[in-house]
């Protein structure tokens, strides 16, 4: 059974960093790739970032240069780190796996919160 699980959201001003890690179980090889998305309260989920089964890192234009996005196979660990942290990068934050045939199935962790204020 896959399982993700998020940890690292909190609440921290503008400008500080925060690391999310999500951890996966059940997967016992990435041939997907992997992503964080962003819900704010009372919007939809947004994509954010993007990393490939070969490492090649995406972003979105609002956090590129902010945040990074990486992966350790390893130790079944897909972390963000984010830095200079906006009132807006205040939501929900998701991680997700596609994994099957055609990389098709989507798995999804709870969320951890991450709260940005002034």
């Known amino acids: 059974q896959v399982e993700l699980l998020e940890s690292g959201g909190g609440s921290v001003q503008v400008g500080e960093t925060l690391r999310l890690s999500c951890t996966v179980s059940?997967?016992?090889?990435?041939?997907?790739?992997m992503g964080w998305y962003r819900q704010p309260a009372g919007k939809e989920r947004q994509w954010l970032s993007g990393i490939s089964p070969t490492g090649i890192a995406s972003y979105i234009d609002s956090v590129k240069g902010r945040f990074t996005i990486s992966q350790d196979k390893a130790k079944n660990i897909l972390n963000l780190e984010m830095n200079n942290l906006r009132l807006e990068d205040t939501g929900m934050y998701y991680c997700?796996?596609?994994?099957?045939?055609?990389?098709?199935?989507?798995?999804w962790g709870q969320g951890t919160q991450v709260t940005v204020s002034s």
């Open positions: 997700k796996l596609h994994a099957g045939s055609r990389c098709a199935t989507e798995y």
């Open positions: 059940g997967v016992s090889s990435y041939t997907c790739g």
